[in-house]
């Protein structure tokens, strides 16, 4: 029975082919084709999501280092792509922040996606000794971490570094955690 259903498969491919004036070979070759088309179809229905909870921060601003400091209200800013920023609610306190959030951004394969960035901000004048941006935002923190592989989850407490008068100084911590995840677009 088998040999049957083969030999009719066959006589069927070869009318298709006589209909659509192919040869036998052109025609296994555009049903390949379609066969992956339809396999990269089904990568494209489905993206990349980068999950990142932002805990809180450990020593910014620490006031017996910084006593002139009077606004203590802080953001994170992180992004993957400098283009697409997100940034956290402002918390407040010193040196210990929290915020609890979790934010999801997509990532597009076709861009370089291998580091998150995190910048902890002061936000609103601060003193008269350190008036920082005229805008009144000071950076107090920065680190570049490494992105979990896909599916993949890191968690962790990184370092940041301040920017002084003379050079980088490793100044407290952020407490963030990252899943790699598919995000099915149906």
Same mark, same amino acid.
């Given at each position: 029975?088998?040999?049957?259903?083969?030999?009719?498969?066959?006589?069927?491919?070869?009318?298709?082919?006589?209909?659509?004036?192919?040869?036998?070979?052109?025609?296994?070759?555009?049903?390949?084709?379609?066969?992956?088309?339809?396999?990269?179809?089904?990568?494209?229905?489905?993206?990349?999501?980068?999950?990142?909870?932002?805990?809180?921060?450990?020593?910014?601003?620490?006031?017996?280092?910084?006593?002139?400091?009077?606004?203590?209200?802080?953001?994170?800013?992180?992004?993957?792509?400098?283009?697409?920023?997100?940034?956290?609610?402002?918390?407040?306190?010193?040196?210990?922040?929290?915020?609890?959030?979790?934010?999801?951004?997509?990532?597009?394969?076709?861009?370089?996606?291998?580091?998150?960035?995190?910048?902890?901000?002061?936000?609103?004048?601060? @003193?008269?000794?350190?008036? %920082?941006?005229?805008?009144?935002? &000071? #950076?107090?923190?920065?680190?570049?971490? =490494?992105?979990?592989?896909? @599916?993949?989850?890191?968690? %962790?407490?990184?370092?940041?570094? &301040? #920017?002084?008068?003379?050079?980088?100084? =490793?100044?407290?911590?952020?407490?963030?955690?990252?899943?790699?995840?598919?995000?099915?677009?149906?």
């Amino acid at each position: 029975m088998n040999t049957d259903m083969t030999q009719l498969q066959k006589k069927h491919r070869t009318n298709l082919c006589k209909k659509r004036r192919r040869s036998d070979k052109d025609m296994t070759k555009t049903t390949m084709n379609r066969r992956k088309n339809k396999g990269i179809a089904k990568e494209r229905d489905s993206r990349t999501g980068l999950v990142i909870s932002i805990h809180h921060a450990e020593g910014i601003d620490n006031p017996s280092s910084y006593p002139s400091v009077i606004n203590r209200n802080y953001r994170v800013l992180f992004w993957v792509y400098p283009d697409d920023q997100l940034a956290t609610e402002l918390a407040s306190g010193s040196p210990d922040l929290a915020w609890n959030k979790k934010y999801c951004i997509e990532l597009d394969e076709a861009r370089d996606c291998r580091f998150l960035y995190v910048e902890v901000l002061r936000c609103g004048s601060s @003193s008269d000794s350190d008036p %920082g941006t005229s805008n009144g935002l &000071r #950076l107090v923190g920065r680190a570049k971490i =490494a992105l979990p592989n896909l @599916s993949g989850k890191t968690q %962790g407490r990184y370092g940041l570094v &301040r #920017l002084e008068e003379d050079g980088y100084k =490793a100044e407290g911590h952020i407490i963030l955690s990252m899943e790699l995840m598919k995000i099915d677009q149906s």
